[in-house]
């Protein structure tokens, strides 16, 4: 009996030892569930894009949060951009190739932009902008595809040169590269190229069509200091020399035959 006795007060013992264990585990679940839910969007944000993109807590790093009202419904939507030039240039260290990283201005995988889509309350994957770290991205939004949304347009550098690609939401949540041209090149050089964009109403659709007109770089010096805070001032000054229209089952902006002419020749 008195075994019997000391069996049940151990199976007790053990049962009211696991429970313990059930609600600690259960309150730091939900202590952490608290936290992220108090955490600012700011906070969540580099929290999550940290994770997605494997950057140690050392790491110096940019972020920037652009928000906007992007697809067709009534929440307020972000686009997120981050910059790695630390991690660009400790990587040229690492594999000792800092003279020719330099010399192309680290250009690779260190710019990104993540689309946070509001409806959903979710942060897209990584969008990589390879590009010249030395410069964030440049963000602006410009109704393109229609005029109940904003598309995105992201300005980069590579090296001296200025381009841009433009981004348009489809089905509501789908964000996906529409068209990518040449801004300026050869700045700092003896004969810079520049062009503008502007955006110009299509009679048979709804979505815009981008002109690109080439120019000149306005009051040109080549003293243009640090290539990277360099931003120049382009008017349109020339021809109209290319023009695309929105493919809308490609979902890219497509030249018009006529302007195929102006193409560079393939040598």
Not at 246 to 265: C, G, M, Q, T
Request: glycine share 4%; charged share 25%; with cysteine.
């Amino acid at each position: 009996m008195k075994i019997l006795k000391i069996s049940i007060l151990c199976l007790l013992f053990i049962a009211s030892s696991c429970g313990e264990e059930n609600t600690s585990d259960s309150n730091t679940t939900t202590e952490a569930t608290n936290q992220k839910s108090n955490e600012s969007f700011d906070a969540r944000a580099k929290r999550e894009i940290m994770a997605s993109l494997a950057i140690p807590v050392n790491e110096k790093f940019s972020m920037r949060i652009y928000k906007e009202y992007i697809n067709a419904d009534t929440i307020q939507d972000a686009i997120i951009t981050i910059n790695r030039l630390e991690y660009a240039m400790d990587e040229a260290i690492k594999n000792n190739r800092q003279a020719k990283a330099a010399e192309i201005g680290f250009t690779g995988n260190y710019n990104y932009l993540f689309y946070y889509d509001g409806a959903l309350d979710r942060i897209s994957n990584p969008i990589f902008a390879p590009s010249s770290p030395g410069r964030e991205l440049d963000i602006e939004f410009k109704s393109l595809v229609a005029p109940t949304r904003k598309d995105l347009i992201v300005g980069y550098r590579i090296r001296n040169s200025g381009w841009k690609s433009y981004f348009s939401v489809f089905n509501d949540h789908d964000m996906m590269m529409v068209f990518q041209w040449k801004w300026f090149d050869f700045a700092g050089e003896d004969h810079p190229e520049a062009f503008v964009h502007e955006f110009e109403e299509n009679p048979n659709q709804i979505p815009m069509d981008i002109a690109i007109y080439s120019s000149e770089i306005d009051s040109y010096t080549k003293n243009i200091g640090d290539i990277y805070t360099y931003v120049p001032s382009i008017t349109k000054k020339k021809e109209l020399k290319f023009k695309f229209f929105l493919d809308p089952v490609a979902k890219k902006y497509r030249l018009y035959p006529e302007f195929a002419k102006n193409l560079p020749k393939k040598i």
